[in-house]
């Protein structure tokens, strides 16, 4: 199982094929041997694992929107599932020594899956609409509404949660910024802070540099810090250091009235660790030398620039 697990992670997906070997070892625990389903959600439960299980099931929902099929009909999927329940429960199986797979909620399969490939639909949709000459154009905005039972399930569902940010992750790093406002809202309230976490935060940070001009919008600025990582960084410092890591990157681009209240609303408070106090002392300094750039370069005489490229020559 270890094996053919370690396979998929180096992929980065789970094919048919070792689908259907992952599903046999889950299918042969036989009575009295439940405690093997404890060895083997310890394994599920590794970051490589989970990060590899939500890909793949973010993937499989966009083939079989192709497919024109439904989640219930795939039973990749379903295993899928099934695994990052199991992965996502380890801990709990383990404190309780109750050796028994999780109850997969039906609704999972038959509402929330839906609704993410609903959100995968209007996104083509979209798209092929934009393509369209300008007189053939629907007057057609980007959907902006939530279901509330999606905005439920992120909240009370581990593993809908789970797949829910894989999916903004996939959205981001696709540099899709419709998509991106839209699901920040769901995002605020989550199973278990799970949007706050290192992990997701990470990753999340990382693909908003991919969007560095979109960070030049009021629009895009207020949705992502006020309506979202601004909404708990007082009391988690982790997302402190996120922000100020991300703005030391982007602070050039961030809209300048923008950036004038995140540099008030971040400075640090006495209790804050030296982490965040490093890293904000690195942006000011990097803010102020930004304002100071252009006043250094109006005094440079030109005429000296290409005067320092010219090599000493050779003595004769």
């Known amino acids: 199982f270890t094996w053919c697990l370690d396979a998929c992670i180096r992929e980065r997906f789970v094919d048919a094929k070792r689908a259907r070997e992952l599903q046999g070892f889950l299918d042969g625990v036989k009575k009295g041997q439940e405690q093997v389903l404890g060895d083997l959600s310890m394994i599920l439960c590794d970051p490589f694992a989970i990060n590899t299980l939500a890909l793949s099931t973010v993937k499989n929902l966009q083939e079989l929107v192709g497919q024109d099929a439904l989640p219930r009909d795939s039973p990749d999927l379903l295993l899928l599932l099934r695994m990052l329940s199991l992965g996502q429960g380890a801990w709990d199986?383990?404190?309780?020594q109750v050796f028994k797979e999780p109850k997969m909620e039906i609704e999972l399969i038959t509402k929330f899956l839906p609704n993410l490939m609903a959100f995968v639909v209007d996104d083509h949709s979209?798209?092929?609409?934009?393509?369209?000459?300008?007189?053939?154009?629907?007057?057609?905005?980007?959907?902006t509404n939530l279901p509330e039972s999606f905005i439920k399930f992120v909240l009370e569902n581990r593993v809908a949660c789970e797949i829910a940010l894989y999916y903004v992750l996939h959205i981001t790093k696709q540099r899709n910024k419709n998509a991106?406002?839209?699901?920040l809202p769901s995002l605020v309230e989550t199973y278990n802070d799970m949007a706050f976490s290192d992990i997701f935060l990470h990753l999340f940070t990382s693909h908003l540099t991919l969007l560095m001009e979109e960070f030049a919008t009021e629009e895009f600025?207020?949705?992502?810090?006020?309506?979202?990582?601004?909404?708990?960084?007082?009391?988690?410092?982790?997302?402190?250091?996120?922000?100020?890591r991300l703005l030391l990157h982007l602070h050039h681009k961030v809209v300048p009235s923008k950036m004038a209240s995140l540099q008030k609303a971040l400075e640090p408070t006495k209790q804050s660790a030296e982490a965040v106090k490093d890293l904000y002392t690195q942006l000011t300094e990097k803010i102020e030398s930004l304002k100071q750039s252009p006043v250094q370069t109006v005094e440079t005489p030109p005429l000296e620039l290409p005067l320092r490229t010219v090599s000493t020559p050779p003595a004769i």
């Open 180 to 183: 991106i406002l839209r699901l």
């Open 93 to 96: 199986m383990i404190d309780s």
């Open 126 to 143: 979209f798209n092929v609409d934009q393509k369209l000459p300008t007189e053939e154009k629907a007057a057609s905005m980007y959907p």
């Open 221 to 244: 600025c207020t949705a992502l810090f006020d309506g979202f990582i601004l909404t708990t960084f007082s009391s988690k410092e982790n997302v402190h250091r996120h922000i100020l």
